[in-house]
């Protein structure tokens, strides 16, 4: 729906160049509008259980409640106005039953592959530390399924390029900095100039990393962050914690340390059910990002009550939105960065 939508606003923007934008000469009467693109990103997805859990209370039960369209009921509006949403996929999707020897491993059943295009994703951050939780098999199985339903993916050496049917080009790296330490500086640098040779109009850089249940980035995370955007990226988007973590204006680029969680599988209850969904308006000029990207966060819960986690993600409102964006204002003070009422992002 979204790649029809693009058409049609082109079909009828083109359409008025012709009826009533011109003069008697063919002379521009009206100054042509600049081009835009709007990015969701959204935080920890794990579409399944931990090896550990039973049956009752999981993500598993819900889908064989509700079906794939389920999950995302309550944000799907939001992710289906924007030109491309990206969510970090955390765990895998295999009927392997080999884990790796780990605290936690995270898997669901391959036809939870289906949830995503339902739920209008159209891109997935797999630079984590679930990633392996079933080893090569388990990666083996889940890109082979990224792959069947066109979905793009990136993680380590491997980059991401989502492209719109107007040609407007998204690419993205995504890296486990909480495995692999300062070792994915070269990823994210070469990823990032491999980007920019294959002339993508918006570079986003995705970063797991930090401290779990943690609301403030830890030292290395805005030396990392800083980094992606000296290298290249336009956005660093950051996620791991489980928590929501503050916002960074660096050079005229933000960085977002946390987008918590939000359609999480791995904890039937977490204390902490905040999270967000931020979204990127970029405007382009000469095929590149110009000026300053107009960010916005929606203020959401990661489950539709309060009491467990129902694995179906809601817009908050009324007081739980005030109490969002006012802890997103803690979390960010000490960058200079504020959000007002409605979620807009402004620095000095």
Same mark, same amino acid.
């Given at each position: 729906?979204?790649?029809?939508?693009?058409?049609?606003?082109? %079909?009828?923007?083109?359409? +008025? *160049? @012709?009826? =009533?934008?011109?003069? $008697? /000469?063919?002379?521009?009467?009206?100054?042509?509008?600049?081009?835009?693109?709007?990015?969701?990103?959204?935080?920890?997805?794990?579409?399944?259980?931990?090896?550990?859990?039973?049956?009752?209370?999981?993500?598993?039960?819900?889908?064989?409640?509700?079906?794939?369209?389920?999950?995302?009921?309550?944000?799907?509006?939001?992710?289906?106005?924007?030109?491309?949403?990206?969510?970090?996929?955390?765990?895998?999707?295999?009927?392997?039953?080999?884990?790796?020897?780990?605290?936690?491993?995270?898997?669901?059943?391959?036809?939870?592959?289906?949830?995503?295009?339902?739920?209008?994703?159209?891109?997935?951050?797999?630079?984590?530390?679930?990633?392996?939780?079933?080893?090569?098999?388990? %990666?083996?199985?889940?890109? +082979? *399924? @990224?792959? =069947?339903?066109?979905? $793009? /993916?990136?993680?380590?050496?491997?980059?991401?390029?989502?492209?719109?049917?107007?040609?407007?080009?998204?690419?993205?790296?995504?890296?486990?900095?909480?495995?692999?330490?300062?070792?994915?500086?070269?990823?994210?640098?070469?990823?990032?100039?491999?980007?920019?040779?294959?002339?993508?109009?918006?570079?986003?850089?995705?970063?797991?990393?930090?401290?779990?249940?943690?609301?403030?980035?830890?030292?290395?995370?805005?030396?990392?962050?800083?980094?992606?955007?000296?290298?290249?990226?336009?956005?660093?988007?950051?996620?791991?914690?489980?928590?929501?973590?503050?916002?960074?204006?660096?050079?005229?680029?933000?960085?977002?340390?946390?987008?918590?969680?939000?359609?999480?599988?791995?904890?039937?209850?977490?204390?902490?059910?905040?999270?967000?969904?931020?979204?990127?308006?970029?405007?382009?000029?000469?095929?590149?990002?110009?000026?300053?990207?107009?960010?916005?966060?929606?203020?959401?819960?990661?489950?539709?009550?309060?009491?467990?986690?129902?694995?179906?993600?809601?817009?908050?409102?009324?007081?739980?939105?005030?109490?969002?964006?006012?802890?997103?204002?803690?979390?960010?003070?000490?960058?200079?960065?504020?959000?007002?009422?409605?979620?807009?992002?402004?620095?000095?």
């Amino acid at each position: 729906m979204k790649k029809w939508r693009i058409i049609l606003v082109s %079909v009828v923007a083109g359409a +008025a *160049l @012709f009826t =009533s934008g011109y003069g $008697p /000469y063919g002379a521009s009467t009206q100054e042509e509008e600049p081009e835009t693109v709007t990015v969701s990103l959204a935080g920890d997805c794990s579409l399944g259980k931990l090896s550990v859990h039973g049956y009752e209370g999981t993500f598993e039960e819900m889908y064989d409640k509700g079906g794939p369209g389920y999950f995302f009921k309550n944000v799907k509006s939001v992710f289906e106005a924007d030109d491309m949403t990206l969510v970090n996929f955390e765990g895998v999707l295999t009927n392997s039953n080999q884990k790796v020897q780990k605290a936690f491993n995270i898997k669901g059943k391959p036809e939870y592959i289906g949830i995503l295009p339902e739920a209008s994703i159209e891109a997935v951050s797999f630079g984590n530390n679930h990633r392996i939780d079933y080893g090569q098999q388990g %990666v083996t199985d889940t890109v +082979a *399924l @990224f792959e =069947s339903i066109g979905l $793009p /993916y990136a993680y380590d050496d491997k980059v991401g390029i989502y492209e719109l049917e107007n040609g407007i080009k998204i690419g993205f790296v995504s890296v486990n900095e909480v495995y692999d330490g300062k070792a994915v500086e070269t990823f994210l640098q070469n990823g990032i100039e491999k980007l920019k040779q294959e002339q993508v109009h918006v570079i986003l850089a995705c970063c797991h990393w930090g401290n779990e249940s943690v609301y403030y980035p830890e030292r290395y995370q805005t030396e990392l962050g800083h980094k992606c955007i000296d290298w290249g990226a336009d956005l660093v988007v950051g996620s791991h914690p489980h928590v929501l973590q503050g916002v960074e204006n660096y050079n005229g680029k933000y960085i977002l340390y946390s987008l918590g969680n939000l359609c999480f599988g791995g904890n039937r209850n977490p204390k902490d059910k905040n999270t967000m969904i931020a979204q990127a308006k970029f405007t382009l000029e000469d095929g590149a990002v110009a000026g300053e990207t107009d960010l916005t966060l929606i203020p959401c819960t990661i489950s539709s009550v309060s009491n467990r986690n129902d694995y179906c993600p809601t817009i908050a409102e009324g007081d739980k939105k005030a109490s969002v964006i006012q802890k997103l204002n803690a979390y960010s003070n000490g960058f200079g960065v504020t959000v007002d009422e409605e979620g807009r992002v402004s620095h000095p």
